[in-house]
């Protein structure tokens, strides 16, 4: 109980030198290309999912959009198994860093305005002043529409950092108070423990939850801007 709530969010080291970057490569171990005529059914299972999840995202985007599928696909993979990894004792979640989720945000959110600005201009400029507003509101409705354009990656990181952060405190607490509780009530540390179990199951989903939202609000930004 005296070990700081927030030491499992600190970046680990090695000798004083970081190893993020050896943690954030590693979830592409996990997904090995298939060089065989037929594959096993783990690569099967991992295709089939991959499969059904870019029919449903890129149903609404026309050709232009499209060419993103590798993207998205690879960005929904990465932050899925991220979170995933992350729910394992002694582990660390990369997607608990507001400096990383903004390093991925902030450049496919530019990339889909730039796209905008770059095929359909007049559309992307449009954005700024709905049609029919009065005349004395139009320079505020810029200023408005302009604020809420550039908040769209900070929101995106916030969300997914946040959601991450939550229920590894809560299952941090939880774990904490079961611990403590064994040597003074077998039966509400039982209990504590029941909930525990239940936090996890709700932490997997969340996992994959939060994985596919923001890979789902990246998509809704490029199919505004395409």
């Known amino acids: ?41 783990l690569i099967s299972l991992q295709q089939w999912l991959v499969q059904l999840t870019s029919k449903q995202m890129l149903a609404i ?6 060419t993103w599928a590798l993207m998205l696909m690879s960005l929904i993979l990465f932050i899925g198994s991220t979170n995933l990894l992350g729910l394992l004792p002694h582990s660390f979640t990369p997607t608990t860093q507001l400096s990383m989720n903004l390093g991925m945000a902030i450049p496919l959110w530019a990339g889909t305005v730039i796209t905008g600005f770059r095929h359909k201009t007049k559309a992307s400029l ?3 002043l709905p049609q029919g507003t009065p005349i004395p509101l139009i320079p505020m ?18 969300r997914l950092t ?16 079961t611990l403590a509780l064994t040597n003074i009530s077998t039966s509400i540390a039982l209990i504590t423990f029941t909930i525990l179990i239940l936090l996890t ?3 997997f989903a969340v996992a994959l939850i939060q994985a596919y939202v923001f890979t789902l609000l ?7 801007n395409t």
Do not use: C, W
């Open 1 to 41: 109980m005296n070990e700081n709530l927030f030491a499992s969010f600190t970046t680990p080291t090695m000798m004083g030198l970081p190893v993020v970057i050896l943690i954030i490569m590693f979830p592409s171990i996990l997904f090995p290309s298939p060089n065989r005529l037929i594959n096993n059914r």
């Open 126 to 128: 449009a954005h700024f």
């Open 162 to 177: 946040a959601n991450i952060t939550a229920g590894h405190l809560l299952m941090h607490l939880i774990g904490g108070a």
């Open 61 to 66: 985007h026309n050709h232009k959009g499209q």
């Open 141 to 158: 409705l810029v200023v408005i529409e302009t604020i809420s354009l550039f908040i769209q990656p900070m929101a995106l990181a916030v």
């Open 201 to 203: 199951i709700l932490e």
């Open 218 to 224: 990246v998509s809704l930004y490029l199919h505004d």
